[in-house]
């Protein structure tokens, strides 16, 4: 079955903590998106990748890191700079590296992130 | 500054009536409009789009309109089933050039009660 996998389901960041997402997507598609739900919020973008080795900034990039080394993954890196990290996070991709606007989006299943 | 907007957090609909969702927006370079379903700890799925050429657009029991004066575009679903109980949020697309940088509602939960 082709899909985004997100591991893990649930994870649990201490103060200070650096801590990462995992994505992984065996669609054969050119860009991932990484995309922060809050409650009562509209999915956010935090940053996303068209090809292999780049990246760009979303709209709420700071305090994450990603990386693009291969075109199945598409790792995020919570930083300890990210003050309020505690929201479910979305991969997300799309076929194409240059899409129409008429592109949607396929998600994983999401990771749920919570500050002890 | 919120530029597309579900202002009912929830909609409650018995089985078999029609559930009508709405979602406004800001921003007229807006082009292509679409709707994802939520299950609780689930991603989205892509459940029906339009383009700002169109009206309507229609899909077994989902029906989305567009109504680009007002701004403002809402899905039915008839009838309701139970099964369709979930957070459903808008999403808005502009050209930006090479990406798709979707612009989300806050989402709009419906419960169809038997």
């Known amino acids: 079955d082709g899909g985004i996998t997100q591991s893990p389901k649930y994870l649990f960041r201490k103060e200070g903590q650096n801590v990462t997402l995992s994505c992984e997507q065996n669609l054969n598609h050119d860009a991932m998106y990484w995309y922060r739900q809050d409650p009562g919020q509209g999915l956010r973008l935090i940053y996303y990748s068209q090809i292999v080795n780049d990246f760009q900034k979303g709209d709420i990039a700071e305090g994450y890191s990603v990386s693009r080394e291969k075109k199945e993954s598409f790792p995020l890196t919570v930083t300890s700079a990210q003050k309020n990290p505690t929201a479910f996070y979305l991969c997300?991709?799309?076929?194409?590296?240059?899409?129409?606007?008429?592109?949607?989006?396929?998600f994983g299943s999401g990771t749920q992130l919570s500050v002890l | 500054d919120q530029q597309v907007k579900q202002n009912s957090p929830s909609l409650s609909v018995q089985e078999g009536r029609i559930s009508i969702l709405n979602c406004d927006y800001t921003n007229s370079m807006f082009d292509y409009f679409l709707w994802y379903k939520k299950y609780p700890a689930e991603g989205p799925t892509f459940l029906i789009s339009?383009?700002?050429?169109?009206d309507k657009n229609e899909d077994g029991r989902f029906t989305v309109f567009l109504n680009k004066s007002a701004k403002h575009l809402s899905l039915h679903i008839v009838p309701s089933q139970p099964g369709d109980s979930a957070v459903y949020f808008c999403?808005?697309?502009?050209?930006?050039?090479?990406?798709?940088?979707?612009?989300f509602g806050t989402g709009t939960r419906l419960q169809v009660t038997l």
């Open positions: 999403a808005a697309s502009a050209k930006t050039g090479t990406a798709s940088k979707l612009t």
């Open positions: 997300a991709s799309t076929p194409r590296r240059t899409v129409t606007t008429n592109e949607k989006l396929f």
């Open positions: 339009i383009s700002s050429i169109k």
